[in-house]
């Protein structure tokens, strides 16, 4: 390793000890891979298994002893009046209150404010009054997963997407915009360490801090079966969506003042940057314009590896994309640093 090369590497090395020190900077890449952990405990959550249910008949119908008996996951009130119920789920008291009306009518309330509930507790009630009522069932539908269905591996490709782009837009624009704040540009102008070198230390610290922090998620949240042709692609992809933002992150950093800008300009560029790929799907329009940045590419890539096992084949189109938006980004912030450098000397 030259003179030069071991240079570049100690940037890199003082960096990661700088990012440990630094609180905010620790936080921004362990919340991302803690939070996907999380994730995984939604793999084993089913539809709500336990209801409470407030009942009120107009009549002696009988439905709420029915229920009881029928259903042994709900847990069954009756109450004295319909106001009583109403105030029951509006209070988050109970899941649901159904009224019985005669010549069977029913009015079944559930609180929107809890659609995991909403929407399972509708179906429940509606298999039960069926059943009360009599009701032949009209036809049998048979529902068939295809693909992994597991909560952490379908959010998985938008985490990677945020947390590669928050590190390098926020992360790496704060620290090289500390070393104007420190002085430290000043300094690495009259050492043997040239300015290019500073830039390449910074460049290679934020493309190595996301590949780390993606690896580190990818593996927590067990990731199989995408074969040979998808860990080369997520790898490819992995490196040049890191490459994309790092740069967009040294740009910030070149260009601000001083930490404090730099650190306000990323927060105003990161929402605009990754909302299109957010809402990407609502319409042709919000899809066109999502194609325009480099996070819908990565995400898009991210997806088609990691939930439907493809491969470099057939990613190819987002890994040039990419390529293009590394080369051009990368391009600009070398520019704007030498400006910045001439500026200086």
Not at 139 to 148: F, R
Not at 230 to 253: D, E, H, P
Request: hydrophobic residues 50%.
């Amino acid at each position: 390793m030259g003179e030069k090369s071991r240079r570049i590497w100690a940037f890199v090395c003082k960096d990661f000890v700088e990012s440990v020190k630094n609180k905010s900077i620790l936080i921004a890449v362990v919340l991302p891979v803690v939070a996907s952990l999380l994730f995984g405990v939604l793999d084993g959550a089913q539809t709500p298994k336990e209801f409470t249910l407030a009942i009120y008949e107009e009549a002696d119908s009988g439905f709420g002893e029915f229920v009881a008996q029928m259903a042994v996951n709900f847990q069954v009130q009756e109450v004295s009046s319909s106001k009583h119920g109403q105030e029951l789920v509006q209070g988050g008291e109970v899941h649901g209150f159904l009224q019985v009306e005669p010549d069977d009518g029913f009015l079944l309330f559930l609180d929107s404010g809890r659609p995991v509930y909403f929407f399972a507790l509708r179906e429940h009630m509606t298999q039960l009054i069926d059943a009360y009522l009599g009701i032949p069932l009209r036809y049998d539908l048979e529902v068939i997963p295809v693909g992994d269905t597991t909560v952490s591996r379908s959010v998985l490709p938008v985490w990677l997407t945020v947390t590669m782009s928050m590190i390098g837009v926020m992360v790496v624009s704060g620290m090289f915009a500390e070393e104007k704040d420190t002085k430290s540009l000043d300094a690495i102008g009259v050492s043997p360490a040239g300015y290019g070198e500073l830039l390449l230390g910074k460049g290679l610290f934020g493309v190595l801090l996301s590949a780390g922090t993606v690896a580190i998620m990818v593996i927590l949240n067990r990731t199989h079966g995408i074969g040979l042709s998808g860990w080369l692609a997520l790898v490819f992809l992995t490196l040049l969506g890191a490459t994309c933002f790092t740069s967009i992150g040294l740009l910030i950093g070149v260009v601000a003042s001083g930490q404090s800008t730099a650190r306000s300009v990323a927060t105003i560029l990161y929402f605009p940057l990754l909302f299109p790929t957010l809402v990407a799907d609502l319409s042709s329009f919000t899809r066109m314009l999502a194609n325009l940045f480099p996070t819908f590419h990565l995400f898009t890539g991210l997806e088609a590896v990691l939930l439907h096992g493809r491969g470099v084949g057939y990613v190819w189109f987002e890994l040039v994309v990419l390529s293009v938006f590394s080369a051009v980004l990368t391009t600009v912030a070398m520019v704007s640093y030498r400006r910045m450098v001439n500026a200086r000397d």
